[in-house]
């Protein structure tokens, strides 16, 4: 997508590119997408021996919102090959994540030349911006939302009111009871009892066994796989409440749950960055962003409802982080409209407008702004209020005065009466002969 050579960006500096032909574009084309499959391939292959690692540490949250529930901490596959195609999965999946700097590197090498200074730096603001709002979303989801939303989800196949029954409470041995010598065997009609032990005993042995009241589990030591006589391992049988509906969950069907789910918040987290475009090509302004408050948060609610599971603390999970996405998008396109952005100057103009301190005219002072004292009168006398020649009664301050009145269609009168002065003294009948006898003389 290169230039030609003479053409000229908006500074009046001619472009550095030689001319390329269609076939030149494809050619280009290939090489990058064979680039862009440089990283991803390889990388996929050292990620699969680690995948169980990966496998394991995105189980982690449901097995700790299990055990937390009193359940047992465990997964089930339903087919022999569900795990190796689990973790082929995870490994590809990952390969392509950590590759996607190298992918939108080639990608950018092939659009690049095709584009101005000004429309580069719109570029470089979003790709960081877009990596880091999605690095950002898949913390919360793994860290604060997903264990929250588990342990509700798990909540409602909890019965509320378990069943309980007497029980007999042995009495205390006294000093004075003769306690059965140890090598007495017991009697037939003693029952087995079995310990209860939230912890795990501290000097185990193959076959001691004990009831883990923490996940309902009973836990069995066997020796260990190694044939070292000084090491068990544990076994554990789950154990389940009657009445209760019995929680497994399918390792295939949980991993596609997850991956859904930080592909929903991966999205979802590009608010931000989709209002700085809207608001960039003049589809969208920060004022009516503020008026449609209301109708954001509906909007939210509704994607929240489509890219959690079926419970209100799911969608408020969502909710109120869409929500607080929306007023960091308006923030943004206040902070970094497309002139400063094309101007390279998003810093210094964030800064003053977080000190408010705008660029304006010396003509046009700012009443306010101490650091910025009006004009004084005496400079500018064309302003002065006292050369105004004041209003008639029947005028306002705005209208202007008429040279003579028109109503009678007269001379002009001698004195205008002016507001706040002594009206005029009417003539006398003598004053009235001598003015009509001097028009005589002067009509003759």
Not at 3 to 8: A, G, K, M, P, R
Not at 66 to 92: F, H, M, R, V
Not at 134 to 158: C, D, E, H, N, R
């Amino acid at each position: 997508m290169a230039l030609d050579q003479e053409d000229i960006n908006h500074e009046g500096t001619r472009l550095d590119h030689s001319v390329m032909s269609f076939g030149d574009h494809l050619e280009e084309l290939r090489f990058r997408l064979m680039m862009a499959l440089v990283v991803p391939i390889p990388l996929m292959i050292v990620l699969f021996p680690f995948s169980d690692d990966l496998r394991n540490i995105l189980c982690q949250p449901v097995l700790m919102a299990l055990e937390s529930s009193g359940l047992p901490a465990q997964l089930q596959a339903l087919n022999p090959a569900e795990t190796l195609t689990t973790d082929l999965k995870l490994s590809i999946i990952f390969a392509l994540v950590l590759s996607c700097p190298w992918v939108f590197w080639q990608s950018w090498k092939f659009i690049e030349p095709g584009l101005y200074n000004q429309e580069r730096r719109f570029v470089h603001l979003l790709i960081p911006g877009s990596a880091v709002l999605t690095i950002s979303g898949l913390a919360l989801l793994y860290f604060v939302m997903l264990p929250l939303m588990l342990k509700v989800l798990i909540s409602f196949g909890i019965p509320g009111n378990q069943p309980s029954y007497p029980a007999h409470v042995p009495a205390p041995i006294t000093a004075t009871d003769q306690a059965p010598p140890i090598d007495e065997p017991a009697a037939s009609g003693d029952q087995l009892r079995v310990p209860i032990s939230a912890e795990r005993p501290r000097d185990l042995e193959p076959g001691s066994f004990w009831i883990s009241p923490k996940n309902n589990t009973l836990q069995i030591a066997v020796p260990a796989d190694d044939g070292d006589s000084t090491r068990v391992m544990i076994l554990q049988v789950p154990l389940s409440i009657e009445g209760m509906v019995v929680q497994q969950y399918r390792l295939s069907e949980y991993i596609n749950f997850i991956l859904m789910l930080m592909i929903g918040i991966a999205i979802a987290f590009q608010m931000p960055l989709v209002i700085l475009l809207l608001g960039w090509v003049g589809i969208v302004k920060p004022t009516t962003l503020r008026k449609n408050r209301k109708y954001a948060l509906l909007a939210c609610a509704v994607v929240a409802a489509i890219t959690t599971p079926a419970d209100v603390i799911s969608m408020m999970l969502m909710l109120v982080p869409l929500y607080c996405l929306y007023e960091f998008g308006i923030l943004l396109l206040i902070l970094a409209p497309a002139n400063r952005v094309a101007e390279g100057a998003i810093f210094k103009g964030a800064v003053e407008d977080v000190l408010g301190r705008f660029d304006r005219d010396d003509e046009d002072p700012d009443p306010e702004d101490p650091m910025d004292p009006p004009q004084d009168p005496e400079d500018d006398p064309g302003d002065d209020p006292g050369d105004d020649p004041p209003a008639g009664p029947s005028q306002g301050p705005d209208e202007p005065t008429p040279p003579f009145p028109t109503d009678s269609g007269g001379p002009p009168s001698d004195v205008i009466p002016v507001e706040g002065s002594v009206p005029a003294r009417e003539k006398t009948p003598d004053e009235e002969d001598d003015a009509s006898g001097h028009k005589d003389e002067r009509s003759s």
